[in-house]
């Protein structure tokens, strides 16, 4: 984490992880604004993603760019946000990464965190078959395992890993204290 500026949380993982549950109770507890990335999707991706059709690295290009472009405003400005994004693979968290004025390449040091919402698959296509009788998200079910599939980590990226089967309020309380966040919340320390 750079020191000039609020942090970047990115609350990652496949769709039903938890991320916009997370995300928007983060940013009542902490004061950071929260972003979907999926509000930043083309509308062709979203229609790609309703039929069930995976996205390609060429689709999620012009997506991860956007995103990465919110991120930079956030931190020209030194104010935190959290972000809510599914960043599954290294090259995807590289983009967003390189936000960071300060950010070299693979050295995984940037005012931008990951933190990972580990779910089972069984738990994850439970939480989805809701959400979709709920008619609540344009993403089906059968595109889990596409995403399982692609999900990377390299522990050298030091990404922070949280049990997301656990309630809501626990989740944000252990975002909290994570040790290289002690301060960031209720001051500029970081």
């Avoid at 949380?9 to 940013?27: C, F, P």
């Avoid at 991860?64 to 090259?91: F, M, P, T, W």
């Avoid at 050295?107 to 931008?112: D, L, P």
Wanted: aromatic share 8%; glycine share 4%.
């Amino acid at each position: 984490m750079t020191s000039s500026n609020a942090p970047v949380l990115v609350i990652m993982g496949v769709s039903g992880a938890g991320k916009t549950t997370i995300g928007q109770r983060l940013e009542k507890d902490i004061k950071y604004k929260y972003l979907d990335a999926d509000d930043f999707h083309s509308q062709s991706n979203k229609e790609k993603m309703s039929m069930g059709i995976p996205l390609t690295d060429e689709d999620r290009k012009p997506w991860l760019e956007s995103l990465r472009d919110a991120i930079k405003e956030y931190l020209i400005n030194k104010k935190g946000l959290v972000l809510g994004c599914s960043a599954l693979k290294k090259q995807y968290r590289e983009i967003l990464r390189s936000a960071d004025p300060d950010y070299k390449w693979e050295s995984y040091a940037s005012a931008v965190n990951f933190i990972l919402l580990d779910v089972p698959a069984e738990v994850l296509i439970t939480r989805l078959n809701n959400r979709a009788a709920e008619g609540e998200h344009y993403m089906p079910a059968s595109l889990l395992q596409s995403q399982l599939d692609l999900l990377n980590i390299d522990d050298s990226e030091r990404i922070f890993r949280v049990d997301a089967t656990l309630s809501p309020e626990s989740i944000v309380n252990t975002i909290k204290k994570m040790d290289q966040f002690q301060g960031c919340f209720l001051s500029s320390l970081c």
